[in-house]
């Protein structure tokens, strides 16, 4: 029997999409179940960290319009990813960084000013029902919680408990040192402060948020199906100028540029597809699949993106100039 929640945020605006995404569900493949997940993920665990939860608690993920939220108690929280303005209640505060919100107050994350998704956490995670071991939102299968609209409720999770915390579904990254306590008890008394000051772990230095690309460039492993092309087809793959086309979402970063040519033309059965995998469709413009990408396909794929560069495809903004190189 699951617990009520003791806390929730609520969607006061949702902007284009906003979806709660943690490490995602790996493993599930073979029951043609993909991973999901943040698509920035170093920019979540970063996130999690400078409230003090697991690198792998479930955030907020939104894109290119940013969102609004209140939360019904009072919580620390860190917007980050993509550069926005935001503001507690009409006031700006610090981006990038911990900031108390009270009870009641609208937490806004802007515009993108650089970069797609931006990424909201709050100290003890977010906890909508799990499915498969993950909180994330997958878009293509509909596998847990739905795209956020105005109106909707997240269930918050209590950092001053154990229980409360979101545990990993996937394997440990950066910021997994980060020990146990609730960052809201270190900023003080609230009389002290201003409604919506910094707060939460004491920072070394600057956070080192990564910028959003002006070139994307993607290495690529080819394979498994690059003898389906022709051989000038491969060079230009390896050396043209790509663009990121407005189409991209969080199943694949759609390109715009040359096409490839096929040395052959018959059809290949369906067969198993992984993240980073570059399919290419009829009209010759490679695919780079994302998060939400289907686990099998019946296009070739020409090669396999390294997803350590998966993160800078998150935060290319349509008309990025996009290159592949040879892994």
């Given amino acids: 029997m699951t617990a009520t929640p003791a806390a929730y945020l609520y969607v006061v605006r949702s902007g284009a999409l906003t979806t709660v995404q943690d ?26 960290r400078l409230v003090g939860n ?26 980050g990813g993509a550069g926005c303005p935001v503001r507690v209640d ?16 609208v937490l806004e994350a ?6 797609l998704r931006s990424y909201l956490a709050f100290a003890g995670g ?9 909180r994330s ?13 105005a109106g909707d409720t997240v269930p918050l999770g209590d950092p001053a408990k154990p229980s409360g915390r979101v545990e990993s579904s996937g394997p440990a990254g950066p910021g997994s040192a980060v020990g146990p306590g609730d960052p809201a008890k270190r900023c003080g008394p609230a ?51 790509y663009r990121v086309s407005p189409h991209s979402n969080r199943i694949g970063l759609r390109t715009e540029g040359p096409t490839l040519e096929r040395s052959r033309t ?36 020409v090669g396999v993106v390294a997803e350590r560069a998966l993160a800078g495809a998150a935060q290319a903004v349509p008309g990025t100039r996009l290159r592949f190189v040879r892994a």
């Fill in 191 to 241: 009389k002290r402060r201003g409604p919506a000051e910094r707060c939460g772990p004491p920072a070394a230095g600057p956070v080192p948020w990564p910028g959003a690309p002006v070139e994307l460039v993607l290495p690529v492993h080819l394979g498994p199906r690059h003898d389906w092309f022709t051989a000038p087809a491969l060079r230009t793959l390896l050396t043209a100028d």
């Fill in 90 to 105: 009409g006031r700006p505060v610090a981006w990038g960084e911990p900031v108390r919100v009270p009870a009641g107050a």
């Fill in 23 to 48: 490490a995602g569900r790996p493993g599930w493949a073979h029951l043609g179940v993909g991973r999901s997940g943040a698509l920035d993920a170093p920019a979540a665990r970063l996130a999690n």
């Fill in 266 to 301: 018959e059809e290949l059965p369906s067969e198993g597809v992984v993240l980073g995998a570059i399919q290419v469709p009829p009209d010759g413009r490679p695919v780079v699949f994302l998060h939400d990408h289907p686990t099998t396909g019946g296009y070739p794929v």
């Fill in 137 to 149: 939102a997958d878009l293509l299968s509909g596998l847990g919680p739905a795209p956020l609209g």
């Fill in 126 to 134: 977010l906890e909508p029902d799990a499915v498969l071991g993950s």
């Fill in 54 to 79: 697991p690198p792998g608690a479930a955030v907020l993920e939104t894109t290119l319009t940013g969102c609004a939220v209140r939360p019904d108690r009072p919580v620390v929280a860190v917007v």
């Fill in 110 to 115: 802007g515009p993108a000013v650089t970069g």
